[in-house]
């Protein structure tokens, strides 16, 4: 039988202690600390040192430069970059240029917004990139879809928009309404 070193295991020491480097204003060790914020990485001699930085690093990744491409502010070229909130255009003379576009457009749908009857509901894609169909008076009218809309209103409960889905005995217009889901042949 072998014999364990029990002293890999103290707990004073911990394997990643280091694994954050030391603080470049004083010198002591980083380690994760938590806020009401969340987790950021911060130092070990708080509140004598400040230093803190985001556990995770928010840095943009440029991807590539857009051939033929140049900024409408500043006659750089453009490119594509990453984010934290997923693809997007922006000047490849960031920090001095700040101009940024999204890949996808937004598309107007032409289909009346049924919650505040003052929009329309147009097509937007997230940062993992599914589409949703939500209201260009967002944030004061929050309504969205996951599916087409189709503007056509209910027989059943009059609610002004139906959804396109695809089904096996082929498309169908559905109420959005979740006490309602009548169904309609497309036509």
């Known amino acids: 039988m072998s014999k364990i070193d029990h002293s890999l295991f103290k707990a004073s020491e ?71 909130f997923g693809l997007f255009i922006g000047c490849t003379a960031f920090p001095e240029c700040h101009h940024i576009e999204t890949v996808k457009q937004q598309s107007d749908t032409e289909v009346a917004c049924p919650k505040c009857k003052k929009g329309k509901l147009i097509k937007r894609t997230n940062k993992y990139g599914k589409t ?37 005995n082929g498309v169908v217009c559905l109420c959005p309404q979740k006490d309602c889901q009548h169904k309609v042949a497309q036509g």
């Open 132 to 168: 949703f169909y939500a209201c260009n008076q967002y944030p004061h009218c929050k309504y969205l879809l996951n599916s087409k809309p189709v503007a056509k209103s209910c027989e059943a409960c009059g609610w002004a928009v139906m959804i396109e889905k695809n089904t096996t």
């Open 14 to 84: 911990h394997a990643l202690e280091n694994a954050f480097g030391t603080c470049p204003l004083c010198d002591a060790q980083l380690r994760i600390r938590n806020s009401k914020n969340g987790r950021f990485i911060g130092c070990t001699h708080y509140p004598e040192c400040t230093f803190s930085k985001p556990l995770h690093e928010t840095e943009t990744t440029q991807l590539k430069v857009i051939d033929g491409s140049s900024c409408p502010e500043c006659q750089q070229a453009l490119a594509i970059k990453k984010g934290r």
